[in-house]
């Protein structure tokens, strides 16, 4: 019986040109997971206000970031995806789709064709809505579409998997000093899908341990990591924060802001800071362009006097074989 992986990320422009850029926003922007209200004006949003005046300023930093090899998303994830096959052989086809661009998530399917049975993994740690609900969604529904249905088995989240929390974990040690102050910095998501998930109040700072109450809660899933990552390091709570970045609009997004964190790091005297994105799995315009570069412009700034990015899993060979270690229930590796 054939068994298909597949593994979901969320999308990179095809490359900085402009049109490129507008393409991908327009498509990313416009979903209904992502900015959550009613189409008429989710469509006026995007297309009269977002992607006018910011196209310009991501295609800007995209640039900062982009390589040899074109977008770092794209190259990590499609270097992930080769190791995995040489790590798992033959026996399973493994694809790659990105929810938003190329290769879609439909072209991946189609490589999965003749599958049985398919497992499917979005590289998101914790659950959201805006990323991995419309991950799974939009894959369910392509492959609802086909004749005959495969079996399919769907891993929603991992962000307290020991496998995945061991992997960066480790990560974060090598790349990490001893007198370095450690900032978690997840993305954000606005506080009014927080209230969606279920949850009926929003913590004001820190979550308190994932229960049954708050399971689904990205919010409480990200402090989870957070308090795991430190046990595992063996990290005090005064040696490392969480906080929350990409913030788009001027609604109330989930709190504390990462660059709000910076200044108060920077008034408590500390000088040097590491900053991990345990919501990211490989490296992308979020890590690269808004931390490594905005933030260390703001850290330095602020009287910081050294500055480490640790970089994302992306396709080391830990983070291999945890993945193979998340999947294995599901596909009997």
Same mark, same amino acid.
């Given at each position: 019986?054939?068994?298909?992986?597949?593994?979901?990320?969320?999308? +990179?422009? &095809?490359?900085?040109?402009?049109?490129?850029?507008?393409?991908?926003?327009?498509?990313?922007?416009?979903?209904?997971?992502?900015?959550?209200?009613?189409?008429?004006?989710?469509?006026?949003?995007?297309?009269?206000?977002?992607?006018?005046?910011? $196209? #310009? #300023?991501?295609?800007?930093?995209?640039?900062?970031?982009?390589? !040899?090899?074109?977008?770092?998303? =794209?190259?990590?994830?499609?270097? =992930?995806? !080769?190791?995995?096959?040489?790590?798992?052989?033959?026996?399973?086809?493994?694809?790659?789709?990105?929810?938003?661009?190329? @290769?879609?998530? %439909? $072209?991946?399917?189609?490589?999965?064709?003749?599958?049985?049975?398919?497992?499917?993994? @979005?590289?998101?740690?914790?659950?959201?809505? %805006?990323?991995?609900?419309?991950?799974?969604?939009?894959?369910?529904?392509?492959?609802?579409?086909?004749?005959?249905?495969?079996?399919? &088995?769907?891993?929603?989240?991992?962000?307290?998997?020991?496998?995945?929390?061991?992997? /960066?974990?480790?990560?974060? #040690?090598?790349?990490?000093?001893?007198?370095?102050? /450690?900032?978690?910095?997840?993305?954000?998501?606005?506080?009014?899908?927080?209230?969606?998930?279920?949850?009926?109040?929003?913590?004001?700072?820190?979550?308190? @341990?994932?229960?049954?109450?708050?399971?689904?809660?990205?919010?409480?899933?990200?402090?989870?990591?957070? =308090?795991?990552? %430190?046990?595992?390091?063996? /990290?005090?709570?005064?040696?490392? $924060?969480?906080?929350?970045?990409?913030?788009?609009?001027?609604?109330?997004?989930?709190?504390?802001? +990462?660059?709000?964190? /910076?200044?108060?790091?920077?008034?408590?005297?500390?000088?040097?800071?590491?900053?991990?994105?345990? $919501?990211?799995?490989?490296?992308?315009?979020?890590?690269?362009?808004?931390?490594?570069?905005?933030?260390?412009?703001?850290?330095?700034?602020?009287?910081?006097?050294?500055?480490? =990015?640790?970089?994302?899993?992306?396709? !080391?060979?830990?983070?291999? &074989?945890?993945?193979?270690?998340?999947?294995?229930?599901?596909?009997?590796?």
């Amino acid at each position: 019986m054939k068994h298909g992986l597949l593994f979901i990320n969320l999308g +990179t422009p &095809n490359s900085t040109h402009i049109a490129d850029i507008n393409k991908y926003l327009r498509e990313f922007l416009t979903d209904k997971r992502v900015i959550d209200m009613p189409y008429p004006i989710r469509y006026v949003l995007v297309y009269a206000l977002i992607v006018p005046f910011r $196209s #310009k #300023k991501s295609a800007h930093a995209y640039e900062a970031i982009w390589t !040899n090899q074109g977008s770092p998303l =794209l190259f990590h994830s499609q270097n =992930l995806i !080769n190791c995995l096959r040489k790590t798992v052989g033959t026996q399973f086809n493994i694809a790659l789709g990105m929810r938003y661009g190329n @290769p879609s998530i %439909a $072209s991946a399917i189609n490589h999965l064709k003749d599958c049985e049975t398919i497992t499917i993994l @979005p590289l998101y740690p914790q659950y959201s809505s %805006a990323a991995t609900g419309s991950s799974i969604e939009e894959a369910v529904r392509i492959i609802s579409n086909q004749e005959v249905i495969p079996s399919f &088995n769907i891993i929603r989240d991992f962000y307290q998997h020991p496998a995945y929390i061991s992997s /960066l974990a480790q990560l974060i #040690k090598r790349h990490s000093k001893d007198q370095e102050h /450690l900032l978690l910095s997840y993305h954000g998501i606005p506080e009014r899908q927080i209230h969606k998930g279920g949850c009926k109040t929003i913590c004001s700072g820190r979550c308190d @341990p994932i229960s049954e109450e708050n399971q689904s809660c990205y919010k409480a899933q990200c402090y989870q990591t957070s =308090l795991l990552l %430190a046990q595992e390091l063996k /990290l005090r709570p005064d040696q490392y $924060s969480t906080a929350f970045q990409s913030r788009l609009g001027k609604m109330s997004w989930i709190k504390p802001y +990462t660059d709000d964190i /910076l200044t108060k790091l920077a008034e408590k005297g500390i000088k040097y800071l590491a900053i991990a994105c345990p $919501s990211f799995t490989a490296d992308c315009l979020e890590t690269l362009e808004e931390i490594g570069i905005r933030a260390k412009e703001q850290w330095q700034k602020l009287g910081g006097q050294g500055f480490t =990015l640790i970089p994302c899993l992306n396709s !080391n060979e830990q983070w291999v &074989n945890a993945i193979i270690d998340i999947v294995k229930p599901a596909t009997l590796i």
